[in-house]
T-cell receptor, first 110, second 112 residues
């Protein structure tokens, strides 16, 4: 599976959009981009995933570049409860071994 | 909807004791996964099952670790004998067909 690169940490003001980047330059044609987050003392929480088209759900939006070598997770109106470690993972549909890496620690500031 | 349920949430025991961690997957999910998370190694897959059958146990660290899934709604991860280096947070996850994995809130294990 392709590996990903994320910034180790980011800050975002409460109420503003949080844009979390991820590079996955070695992604294969059949690999999806998955985003999870882990709030302190909880298990990883699935957020969103996509193959090539942009995706949106009630939690976030996922923007994937046309060449699929990078993506951005957007939390449109960040709240304090969005403070967490965000993981970008690439893998085939129904991937069984998710490689979480070190993720981006997002801190939402009041 | 009930998510993945793990028990206990916290376990503290002495070295050499047997430890049993439990997991109830989301109803209808046919895959079940056991992960371990430590500061040093992050989140690692230990073993996963499909339709109650172990498919890949290559992540199980040693013979001291064993996992079973006697039915579609229950799985256990056992460590016998336990050692201090087994201290970690153990997560269970489940999924159905080609959908993403959903995780429980984990068991924080401390071996003294």
């Amino acid at each position: 599976d392709a590996k990903t690169t994320q910034p180790p940490s980011m800050d975002c003001a409460e109420g503003r959009a949080a844009n979390l980047p991820c590079n996955h330059s070695t992604i294969s044609g059949n690999e999806y981009v998955y985003w999870y987050r882990q709030i302190h003392s909880q298990g990883p929480q699935y957020i969103i995933h996509g193959l090539k088209n942009n995706e949106t759900n009630e939690m976030a939006s996922l923007i994937i570049t046309e060449d699929r070598k990078s993506s951005t997770l957007i939390l449109p109106h960040a709240t304090l409860r969005d403070t967490a470690v965000y993981y970008c993972i690439v893998g085939q549909t129904g991937a069984n071994n998710l490689f979480f890496g070190t993720g981006t620690r997002l801190t939402v500031i009041p | 909807d009930a998510g993945v349920i793990q028990s206990p949430r916290h376990e503290v025991t002495e070295m050499g004791q047997e430890v049993t961690l439990r997991c109830k997957p989301i109803s209808g999910h046919d895959y079940l996964f056991w992960y371990r998370q430590t500061m040093m190694r992050g989140l690692e897959l230990l073993i996963y099952f499909n339709n109650n059958v172990p498919i890949d146990d290559s992540g199980m660290p040693e013979d001291r670790f064993s996992a079973k899934m006697p039915n579609a709604s229950f799985s256990t991860l056992k460590i016998q004998p336990s050692e201090p280096r087994d201290s970690a947070v153990y997560f269970c996850a489940s999924r159905v067909m080609n959908q993403p994995q959903h995780f429980g809130d984990g068991t924080r294990l401390s071996i003294l």
